[in-house]
Nanobody, 123 residues
Framework: QVQLVESGGGLVQAGGSLTLYCGVS????????MGWFRQAPGKEREFVAA????????TYTNSVKGRFTISKDNAKNTVYLQMNSLKPEDTAVYYC????????????????WGQGTQVTVSS
């Protein structure tokens, strides 16, 4: 059974930093595309970042480029999202997801999801 469990969310002031963690069981992070998404109240779930199976390729949505970094430790089966220079508009529930596709940035292309972790950035 595949499970993704996010942690690390919380309340932070604008300009601060947080690191999100996604622990994966039931599949290896080295064999699947891993992504982070977020969903703010009243908005659709949106792509944040993804990392390739090898870890050698990453991609980000424009609004987080230069501030967020996705990485993973295949030995620990864990995916990370380092978030710096946080802004109030980054406030959302952040989800970790896994895809069997070679590359994907749409929610429907990911077939396993975590329960989400809340990130709140105060101004």
């Amino acid at each position: 059974q595949v499970q993704l469990v996010e942690s690390g969310g919380g309340l932070v002031q604008a300009g601060g930093s947080l690191t999100l963690y996604c622990g994966v069981s039931g599949r290896t992070t080295s064999s699947y595309l891993m992504g982070w998404f977020r969903q703010a109240p009243g908005k659709e779930r949106e792509f944040v970042a993804a990392i390739s199976r090898s870890g050698g390729v990453t991609t980000y949505t424009n609004s987080v480029k230069g501030r967020f970094t996705i990485s993973k430790d295949n030995a620990k089966n864990t995916v990370y999202l380092q978030m710096n220079s946080l802004k109030p508009e980054d406030t959302a529930v952040y989800y970790c997801a896994s895809s069997e596709r070679g590359w994907a940035n749409a929610p429907y292309e990911y077939n396993y999801w975590g329960q989400g972790t809340q990130v709140t950035v105060s101004s």
